[in-house]
């Protein structure tokens, strides 16, 4: 089956630097997206990756590995207003979203 | 209005009752998706219509019904459901169906609550 996998949840301080993992098996790759979604929210957009090497937008980068079905998204300068849940999601051979079920963010001051 | 939008945010309903989700893109895109959100769960995909036309369905109950008129509206019509229905429901919409690149935008959602 398909299967996409990222931790639950992550703590951070504010300032700080947060790496959030995503691992994936799915039938074929056609790219990975890194969506943001708020609390009672709607998710949006934030990377996209589909060859390996580091994507960087700002304070934040996406990393991504197909060979070793890997990707990351890299937080720097951590913002309170960052605290959220973080979603990642492969598109397979079929052009279907594949969607992990999100990373909770949290950031302390 | 910009983006995506959808009506009602928040709606209880019974198990015997009849209700409608509405979602409106204002992108000009011509795909328009339905998925459920369940705590702690990744998205479930439930229906894609492109240009109108149903092309993906993947197993959601018949007390789940879809409809498009046409690109920029879609609707889910909803009758008979059941206590674990209770979830999210967000609409999406993407410029194409198809396609090795295909970012798709949401809007906020519909909290449903069935008692």
């Known amino acids: 089956g398909q299967n996409i996998d990222q931790p639950t949840e992550m703590t951070a301080t504010e300032g700080a630097i947060v790496q959030i993992n995503c691992t994936y098996q799915?039938?074929?790759?056609?790219?990975l997206f890194w969506y943001q979604q708020h609390a009672g929210e709607a998710p949006t957009f934030l990377s996209y990756n589909v060859l390996d090497g580091l994507e960087e937008k700002g304070r934040f980068s996406s990393f991504l590995s197909r060979s070793k079905g890997y990707s990351y998204l890299l937080l720097k300068e951590l913002q309170m207003k960052d605290s959220a849940s973080y979603l990642c999601a492969v598109m397979d051979s079929n052009y279907q979203l594949i969607w992990g079920a999100g990373t909770k963010l949290i950031i302390k001051p | 209005e910009t983006g995506v939008t959808q009506t009602p945010r928040h709606l209880v309903m019974g198990m015997t009752n009849k209700k409608s989700l509405k979602c409106e893109q204002h992108l000009g895109h011509n795909a328009m998706y339905w998925y459920k959100q369940s705590a702690k769960k990744p998205l479930e995909l439930m229906f894609v219509y492109s240009l109108e036309e149903r092309v993906e369905n993947n197993s959601v109950p018949s007390r789940f019904s879809p409809e498009c008129p046409n690109s920029s509206h879609l609707f889910l019509h909803l009758h008979t459901l059941q206590p674990e229905d209770s979830a999210l429901y967000l609409c999406?919409?993407?410029?194409?169906?198809?396609?090795?690149?295909?970012?798709?935008?949401f809007g906020p959602g519909t909290r449903l609550t069935v008692l």
């Open positions: 799915t039938s074929g790759f056609n790219g």
């Open positions: 999406a919409s993407s410029q194409d169906g198809q396609g090795s690149y295909n970012e798709q935008f």
